[in-house]
């Protein structure tokens, strides 16, 4: 059985509904890599450890000193992550990060090219209204990828919860099958997890 979630519009309300039981088992790093050879998938991916004892989890600082940054573990790790996907032999067909400087440390430091998705915005800096408008357009994303290698989507726990109902850690990754055939489809397939430890 699979676990997809599937949304359904009635009026201007959407209802999520889950169907199934997961198909992963956490860890399973076998599952994960051979998902991931296929193609046409989306990763959603935690940025890498952080430094807690110093600056702010919610701002956004274009000279990154303000902001909660990557420790030295979590380049380490976000390192790990691009080696483990070059071992793979993992196609990647585009990265795309949050604005914040920790996601986007780990994408750089993990893939070296991204570009930066606005939407992709940790959502409990965002007004709640910004922050649904802000999933919703992720969801569409994910559902309806259909490239020949994988994407890529580093963002945040807050994020992630939301889109699959997981809690991620550090540098963990999600591997999603987009099953969205129409447009307007929010449809995906929650196929495995894998941490990578610094």
Not at 72 to 96: M, N, P, S
Not at 118 to 125: D, G, N, Q, S, V
Not at 139 to 158: A, D, K, M, W, Y
Request: overall charge negative; glycine content about 8%; hydrophobic content about 40%.
């Amino acid at each position: 059985m699979k676990r997809v979630w599937k949304a359904w519009v009635f009026g201007s309300v959407w209802v999520w509904s889950l169907f199934g039981a997961p198909s992963w088992a956490e860890g399973s790093g076998d599952d994960f890599w051979a998902a991931l050879q296929e193609g046409g998938k989306v990763v959603l991916i935690r940025h890498a450890q952080i430094d807690r004892e110093f600056g702010d989890a919610f701002l956004l600082d274009s000279s990154c000193f303000s902001e909660r940054n990557l420790n030295e573990d979590g380049k380490a790790q976000a390192k790990k992550i691009g080696e483990e996907f070059r071992a793979h032999g993992i196609q990647v067909d585009q990265v795309l990060a949050s604005p914040h400087c920790r996601t986007q440390d780990t994408a750089r430091l993990a893939f070296g090219e991204f570009e930066v998705m606005p939407e992709l915005r940790l959502i409990r800096a965002l007004p709640e209204e910004k922050a649904k408008a802000n999933l919703q357009v992720t969801r569409q994303l994910i559902s309806q990828f259909n490239g020949e290698g994988n994407l890529i989507l580093v963002t945040h726990r807050p994020n992630i919860g939301e889109l699959i109902y997981q809690r991620l850690q550090p540098g963990e990754m999600a591997v999603l099958e987009p099953l969205g055939s129409e447009p307007g489809d929010m449809v995906f397939d929650l196929i495995a997890r894998y941490s990578v430890a610094p």
